[in-house]
């Protein structure tokens, strides 16, 4: 199996960073990320204000071309593995999260991972182990990593997780993939800013489509598809996304628009995947058991 | 039992409103409620256009004077029954809900509704009867129906079904509860603008807390806490809701506001409520086994 270290990563996702590895479509591969500050949390001691260097944050593992992707295409990328490392960091910090303003002091706690559990402030909380950053170059320009939007990024969604697969429309040739800042657990909204935010090594296998239309992120799972939407407020995300998944019900069910968006309004789900980030990102869950599929 | 007819209903919640009913904390009470559209729409060739007198939407059954309530008290309100009736409507309609500047004809749909299931466009969907009208008098002035708020009022949340509490502040002597608009089913989100909307009886009990100092409408079912926010925008509910969640686990476990905010990233998941009334709505999901209680 393929493996790319951790020191190779990039801070924004675009066509100008240089490929680290080449894939055909359909190979596993084995990439170790960093944690979202660069492992310079480690200790009780550390703090947001002396050890951390801001232009590192948001490292993704990559960009990898993967040979035949073309613009238009789909990127689908699916996750077999997330192994935690041995402990996480998660952050209060002036500024950051739904209620920054209300930081007196910033506060990093060092948080030990142990069996898929841990313990925050006296309470046992399960792991629900994720990747935050997963995406492909946009067709132009760049996208800084802290940031989601069409072409995946910072979408600090819960089910980006095992057994999952993300799908991505390709922007360019080759497609340059990437993933990093897995949580070892977060919240849906994320309202602090961070999770337990770790080092991994991830397992994945890239492949590409050619017959997909979908222009927003989408997650499967055993049981739903999620469609993914970033904008500057969550009202816009919602439109954005609820407007995806009911073109997919229409088309797929061959249905009226209207019978598509009446059924999104009775069995489909909104859920908020993060509020904190500069785009803020929710899903729409639509159950497969509604779809002709 | 008490029992209130579904006649007697208002469209605002405030404290010009006559109580149609006087009960004392602990009493446990029948009531009617009518649907949404107050019954007007119940032949599938009948139209929101020509059937519809839209003074008469989002009838409430009451209000309730509960004795000893005042201002700073908590009402408690348990639902023990929500019986749907045997059909229910849902519109697409030009103008409503996320999408509604995409809706180029009005539709009407009679939904059957039985053994607890639906079918919509050729699926089988499960019901989950849920309250969307539940409120109290704001201390000033009349919040319509359509419109939720720190009184409860629309907040068109599906954990407000059987099982569940809802606690509500008091702001005027007797409180003035009111509740209808039962949907027997609907997805978070709400995103065209209704749910399968029906008549309903429902069994509910009205208690007085003393001591409780929640500021927003409160959910609680056998695991969680819902913490439930309603502002002009999502990411202001969302703000909203997570600041009282915040306070609430600080005083709860006796920890600092830091750990408390970090430990809601962690472990709170704020979700969608509904996207599409004069108000947006949002609650957050406190496990009870976060908590010190």
Redesign the interface.
Known sequence: MKKITRDQVIYAMGKSNKPVMHVNPGETLQIETEDCFSYQLVKPTDSLEENVDFSRVNPATGPIFVHSASPRDTLKVSIQKIELTEQGV???MKGL???GH????S?V?IIPIKKNM?Q??????TCRPMIGVIGVAPGEGEVPNNTPGDHGGNMDTLDISVGASVYLPVFIEGAYFAAGDIHA????????????ECRSVVELTLDILKDCNWRIPVIETNEFFYFVGSAS???QA??KA??EA?MFIKQT?R?S????????????????SQ?VNPL?T?R?RIPK??LDI
């Open positions: 998660t952050v209060a999260g739904v209620l209300k930081v007196k002091d506060q706690e841990i925050f402030a006296g309470k046992e909380i657990t977060m919240g849906n909204g994320e309202v602090c800013g961070t999770g337990v407020t969550l009202d919602v439109e609820v407007d009911v069910n249905v628009w209207n019978s598509a968006y009446m059924m999104a309004s009775l069995a489909t789900d909104v859920m908020v509020a803020k929710v729409v058991s509604l």
